[in-house]
């Protein structure tokens, strides 16, 4: 009896509990069903990105910037103070990252935008004046001063016995170059500048920079220094022979308002110095540089001659011509032509800023705009301009 009762015992022993099955298998269940959830989210992920690239391909979208426009926010404000005088887009603006964009709250006005002042840069250096073969230097003071040493440092031969003797001492001038203030103040009708096509800031920059153009050039020809720059014909004009510092020499053409010939434009391009012939230019207006033409030398070649190539200036005994109207017409005595370095001879000095106020009630039902510029010029190397002279002496 107790053999069999053993052997019971130890069957039931070797077989799996019914609890522990149960568990196993809900178990694997359970693994099953999180590996395909996981499975089917991955696989939906995998479809969106898929349709999100085929949608940006297809309609060209464009890539994030990496970094913000700062010149867009400042466009936008400026506009809507030239529009509508509204300028709390340019209080509120921050200034850090916007260059020429700053802010002038006490008096009202604000500087323009880089992109109109460029434009209004590009059109000043395009127009036939000075400016385009000057010296143009940029100053944050009231006035540009030029240092010029214009003498020379005495010296002699010495024997070894020989007491050395004192010599000159070279002397240093200053020129001082003061900013005047240039202005303009166009205007349009409040209708005009609600038309949401219209170009405010061409039309703006557009006015702006012809009249700044005609008046500096005239300015720099025959302006007499009160509130306007220099000019050049504004100095005193001597005879090359008898020329001094702070004079312009000048070659007579010995004929009263005429060439008398060709050989005054000869001359006059040997009476300036060979250190500063080699960068010199002619100047004059249509009306005369009309009369040059048709001047022959000896052999009845013409003095003038054309560029060679595309955009190459005409020139006079193989140096450029600047056509400046500013110039005056032949006439007895009048120093018609000009030729020198100008780059050494002449600086114009400005500030890099333009303020524009708008001003809506002045002229209702018209709008103003006070554009202010501040800038002078002078003649710095009063060496390197040579004039001809129409006169007999």
């Known amino acids: 009896m107790t053999k069999p009762e053993s052997k019971a015992r130890a069957g ?16 694997v269940s359970d693994l099953r069903s999180f590996k395909r959830t996981i499975h089917s989210k991955l696989q939906q992920q995998e479809e969106q990105l898929t349709m999100l690239e085929r949608k940006s391909q297809t309609m060209r979208r464009p890539a994030l910037a990496a970094a913000a426009d700062t010149e ?17 887009a340019l209080r509120g603006l921050e200034l850090e990252g916007k260059a020429m964009s700053t802010a002038v709250a006490s008096d009202g006005g604000y500087l323009v935008d880089p992109q109109t002042a460029e434009q209004i840069k590009s059109v000043l250096e395009s127009t036939s004046s000075v400016r385009a073969i000057a010296n143009v230097v940029n100053v944050e003071a009231t006035s540009y001063d030029v240092l010029i ?8 031969w010495a024997t070894e016995t020989a007491s050395a003797t004192e010599t000159a001492t070279p002397s240093i001038d200053r020129i001082v170059i003061p900013l005047h203030e240039l202005s303009a103040m166009p205007k349009a009708s409040q209708r005009l500048l609600d038309d949401s096509a219209f ?31 220099v000019g050049i014909l504004t100095h005193t004009a001597v005879d090359n022979d008898s020329w001094t510092w702070g004079n312009v020499g000048y070659v007579a053409t010995g004929a009263a308002g005429d060439f008398n010939g060709g050989d005054a434009i000869v001359d006059l391009v040997y009476a300036l110095g060979a250190q500063y012939r080699a960068n010199g230019t002619f100047m004059m207006n249509s009306k005369t540089a009309g009369a040059v033409r048709k001047l022959k030398d000896l052999d009845g070649r013409f003095l003038w001659s054309d560029g060679l190539a595309a955009g190459e200036p005409a020139r006079l005994m193989g ?70 002279k129409f006169g007999v002496s």
């Not at 404000?77 to 509204?86: E, P, Q």
């Open 72 to 88: 867009t926010p400042h466009h936008k404000a400026f506009d809507a103070y030239v529009r509508t005088g509204d300028d709390d």
């Open 12 to 27: 039931g022993d070797l077989s799996p509990m019914p609890e522990v099955t149960s568990a196993l298998s809900g178990f």
């Open 199 to 229: 170009d405010i800031e061409g039309w703006l920059a557009g006015r702006i920079a012809d009249k700044f153009a005609r008046a500096e050039a005239a300015a720099f020809i025959n302006g007499d220094g009160s509130d306007k720059p």
């Open 149 to 156: 040493d214009h003498t020379d440092v005495g010296a002699g």
């Open 319 to 388: 140096y450029p011509v600047l056509i400046a109207e500013d110039m005056p017409d032949v006439a007895t005595d009048s120093f018609s032509i000009a030729f020198g370095d100008f780059n050494a001879g002449y600086t114009v000095a400005e500030r890099p800023d333009l303020r524009v106020l708008r001003d809506p009630f002045s002229a209702k039902p018209h709008v103003l705009f006070y554009a202010t510029k501040r800038v002078g010029g002078d003649v710095s190397d009063f060496a390197a301009i040579k004039l001809l």
